[in-house]
Each structure stands twice: as structure tokens, then as C-alpha cells.
């Protein structure tokens, strides 16, 4: 059976602290309604931090206000969907907080209750447990969703391949077997490039005088690497570099390099290989979409 990635899947106390931080007094102002149903700011500014962690992003550190600005709007959206799949299942009359959920939601509050800096946190900024139960139960809504899409699914298998198949390309990276040699000045450097230049032996000076001791004791072997392995200046010289040439000084914050290219070589993933970061990128794909077809069937109004 192959596991599956979530599309919604956060830490759960890392949730908590990064997103309850802007609960203080609330800011009623409507910025969505879903059928009725309100979205306010004070909802958003509680929930923005959430997004920036589930995208990796320290969104203290944003200073321009358009990339600010259109991050808002995206996580506006977030919170139109889980909103728009609560309304989903309700409107089908099916349940999907499971029977568990009481002991579920005593396993995260032990989670919660057995971390001090937590616990204070929630007290300094008075988050009760009730709200904390309703952020818990919304997350089954999300998961009873994604399970839903990937059920409906018609022979997930059969279009992994295919998919595959057709993009074969985006799988195959270009690989480079190189050594080096590597030394603080650039006139360390000169002279070594000119003895090479001279016929020396790569391997034994990089043994003797390169400062990257680990190749270096190999002769300068750094095996096979794809270009985003190394820093680009590294990288943008191996790869223009014929194979059996030299590269010429390099610099790069680590000091001087002299590159010898061994060899180049396309690498392209398996299918097997591949399967796991294919069949999510498919299953994403028919989560949006049957999302849209449902958001389309709802009254969503966006005030400015």
C-alpha cells in the first residue's frame, strides 16, 4: 500500500504556538462570507502565522507590502476552504469527527498541559480550552476531505505511469564527477593552476596543498553532484567545464578553486523512485479541483 502524503499536515503544538499569538481582542470586521458564514480579520490575523509555518516562511521577517499583502491573501483563502469543507460535509449530513475524539483531543491537551512554555502561553494570553477544541475538530474535516479525493480517484497507479511517462524530463538531472583543489589566495591558486598547466599530478597536489582536507585526501575526489549541490559559482564552473579540462580559478566564500571535470552523466529517477512525489503533486491536483467545483456551488463574497 503506498502512504500518502496529507495536504494539510502541521505539527500540532507547533500550531499552537505559532498561530494563537494574535488572539487578544478580537477584530470583528467581515472580511468572507460563506453562505452566511462570517471570516473576520480577527479570525485571519490569528490564522496568517499558521500559514507562514506550514510554507516555511517567517513572515516577522516580510518588509515588502505587496509580497505581504498577496501571502495574506493566499492564507484568506486557506480559511475559505477549511470553512468551505466544513459546510460540505454538514451539508450532507455526514459525520466526520470520529468517536475518538475525546480521547484524541485528551492526548493533544496532555501534549499541551506537559510543556511549561505552552502552558504559560496560554495563560498569558488567555486562550480557553474550548477554543482550542474547536481548532482540534476542524482538522478532521481536512483529513475526511483528502481521504475522500484520493477514494474517488480512478486508478492512481495507471496515472502515476502515464504522467511519468509524459514528463520524464522533470525526473532526469545532470551530474558532474569532479575534483578540486582548494587554497586561500588567489596567488596560491595561480601558481597551482600553472604547475597543473605544467602536467603535475592533480591528485597529489590536491593531497598536499588543498585546505578541504576531507577530497583532499582523495585526491581532490568530490564524486558526482548536481548542480544545486554546490554553491553557484562552484557549480556554474563544473558544468561549462568539458570533461578531462580544468576549470580555471574559481572563487567562492570557501577561498580559490581549481576544478578538474572526470565526467558528465543524465540521471533520470524510476518511476518506483518517483512515485511518492507524483501521486501527491495528482492527488493535490483533484483536491483543488474538487474544491472549486464545490466552492462554485456556494455563495462566497469578498469584502474589500
Known sequence: MIKL????????IAILIMTLGACGTPDTKNLVQINGVKITAGEMNTYFPLYGLTTGTDITKITDKTQLAEMKKTALEDLVSMEVIRQYYDGKKQNVIPETKDTDFKTFMDQVNSDEATKKFLADNKITEDYLQKF???QYYTSAFFSEVTTEFKDPEAAGKAYYEANKALYTTEQVKASHILVKTKAEAEAILKELQGGADFAAIAKSKSIDTGSGALGGDLGYFKKDQMVT???????STPVGQLSGIV?????????????????????QESQQDILYKLFDEAYKAKLDTIKATMKITYNN
Open 251 to 271: 572563487e567562492t566564500e570557501f577561498g580559490f578553486h581549481i576544478i578538474k571535470v572526470i565526467d558528465k552523466k543524465s540521471v533520470t529517477q524510476t518511476y
Open 233 to 239: 559559482a562552484f557549480s556554474d564552473a563544473a558544468f
Open 5 to 12: 502524503k496529507k495536504i494539510v499536515s502541521v505539527t500540532i
Open 136 to 138: 482540534f475538530l476542524n
